[in-house]
């Protein structure tokens, strides 16, 4: 079986039977958006981000973009406390957040990236919470920016939904974590360096409802969800662009939340 036949196949049996989508992007897609935030911190933040993850043997954003999704298999219990922290569920087609509504007990992504911004940005706290807190941050504001993990459908962030690519099943979810980046056949740092370019200074870097509620409309205006139940690579790359540009925006509001967070470190 071919490489990508492989791929797809293994990752329809992982994702078929899914009940909540908690994977958003997947490895690639988050490695990108790690890659490219990396690449346009400044010095000081780079150093402060070193310094926080270098006692567990990691040192970069990239290093640290997919722990939350490894959870899975590595700390089980955690992962269950944390998994409905990966998206959050709109309650109408307006897209618009009410926390108490949409985010009870604050288990949604946008209260996860606010929470856990505050404990990065609290010197006081030790140095390992700090550092888990800078593993969630970096990859729920990849996952607030992924369409399906802010939507106000009922299928489980499209986990339901059945289609056919070639002779290959996927549900649509997967389909927007993995198959429309993996698609264009570019590893991540090739995929980063060809994004990088294209990012724009964050102008709203401190408002994860509003990145949700993008995603949201993204989902109630755009093509997200295709008119039949198979797609082809032409729908691939029409949706592809659509996907890329939530990456460039997840790593630019990164920068600036890191940067806002731990741009005034003490030397």
Not at 88 to 109: A, M
Not at 182 to 188: E, G, H, P, Y
Request: net charge neutral; glycine share 6%.
């Amino acid at each position: 079986m071919p490489p990508r036949r492989r791929y797809a196949a293994v990752l329809f049996i992982a994702t078929a039977f899914m009940t909540t989508p908690v994977l958003a992007w997947g490895p690639l897609g988050h490695r990108i958006v790690a890659g490219m935030a990396q690449e346009r911190l400044s010095e000081p933040v780079r150093r402060e981000v070193r310094n926080l993850l270098q006692p567990d043997d990691e040192s970069t954003l990239v290093d640290i973009a997919i722990w939350a999704d490894d959870l899975r298999d590595t700390d089980p219990a955690r992962f269950r406390a944390t998994g409905k922290m990966h998206y959050v569920n709109f309650s109408s087609v307006q897209c618009s957040y009410v926390p108490q509504r949409d985010c009870r007990k604050g288990e949604c992504v946008v209260a996860a990236i606010e929470r856990y911004e505050k404990t990065l940005a609290d010197r006081s706290r030790p140095r390992a919470e700090r550092a888990d807190a800078l593993r969630f941050l970096s990859h729920f504001i990849a996952d607030a920016h992924q369409p399906l993990h802010a939507s106000f459908r009922r299928d489980k962030g499209a986990n339901s939904v059945q289609l056919r690519y070639g002779r290959e099943n996927w549900n649509l979810h997967a389909v927007w974590d993995s198959l429309l980046l993996k698609s264009a056949d570019l590893r991540w740092p090739d995929y980063a360096a060809r994004l990088g370019p294209g990012l724009k200074p964050a102008t709203d870097a401190g408002d994860p409802a509003q990145w949700a509620e993008e995603s949201c409309r993204i989902v109630r205006d755009g093509g997200v969800y295709p008119d039949g139940d198979t797609i082809d690579d032409d729908w691939l790359a029409r949706e592809r662009p659509v996907a890329e540009e939530r990456l460039q925006q997840a790593a630019a509001r990164l920068v600036a939340v890191l940067e806002r967070t731990l741009g005034s470190a003490p030397r």
